[in-house]
């Protein structure tokens, strides 16, 4: 994910990109995807797009519903 976190053009779309396959994944329950983002290497607003993007995130060693499932958003 380094290449998320540099100027080159595209970056600004990663919010975008991560938020595509779970529309797709929605068909496909039994599918995991793991998105790994470092959190020392991306802002405070990159994580927070991805916690609100992602159903279920992992927090340290447990895995807990993400800010959308958290907040009751579909």
Not at 13 to 19: G, K, T, V
Not at 44 to 60: A, L
Request: glycine share 6%.
């Amino acid at each position: 994910m380094g290449w998320a976190n540099s100027e080159l053009p595209g970056c600004e779309l990663l919010s975008p990109y991560e938020s595509e396959p779970e529309e797709i994944l929605q068909d496909f329950p039994s599918v995991t995807v793991v998105c790994q983002y470092p959190p020392r290497e991306f802002s405070g607003e990159m994580i927070f797009d991805s916690v609100c993007i992602h159903p279920t995130i992992q927090w340290s060693s447990q895995p807990v519903a993400g800010l959308k499932e958290n907040l009751g958003i579909t």
